[in-house]
Nanobody, 123 residues
Framework: QLQASGGGLVQAGGSLRLSCAAS????????MGWFRQAPGKEREFVAA????????FYTDSVKGRFTIARDNAKKTVDLQMNSLKPEDTAAYYC??????????????????WGQGTLVTVSS
């Protein structure tokens, strides 16, 4: 199971840190990702991190502003979001996949999902 937390209301230019805690003993064998879904839009890929944490991947719109990191000992994956913009407003979901490779941005590849945590950025 995945449990996401850390969402809230923030002004544009501010920061938030999302956290996702996993249960079970196979966390380190899964690629972890963050997705988001804005009101009226489809869910989209935000960031992913390889099993070891040595490789990270971001969608273009968040590069330089968001940082994904994981702690395999604590079984957590965080998303640090800086310089937030109103267009970052969305429900954010953490997800896990055991797909072969270093990362995937394809939603259908992720078999495990946490509940969403809402991020609202006011202008």
């Amino acid at each position: 199971q995945l449990q996401a937390s850390g969402g809230g209301l923030v002004q544009a230019g501010g920061s938030l840190r999302l956290s996702c805690a996993a249960s079970g003993d196979t966390f380190s064998s899964h690629i972890m990702g963050w997705f988001r879904q804005a009101p009226g839009k489809e869910r989209e890929f935000v960031a992913a991190i390889s099993r070891s944490g040595g490789a990270t991947f971001y969608t273009d719109s968040v590069k330089g502003r968001f940082t994904i990191a994981r702690d395999n000992a604590k079984k957590t994956v965080d998303l640090q979001m800086n310089s937030l913009k109103p267009e970052d407003t969305a429900a954010y979901y953490c997800a896990a996949t055991n797909k072969v490779g270093y990362f995937t941005s394809r939603e259908s590849d992720y078999g495990y999902w946490g509940q969403g945590t809402l991020v609202t950025v006011s202008s």
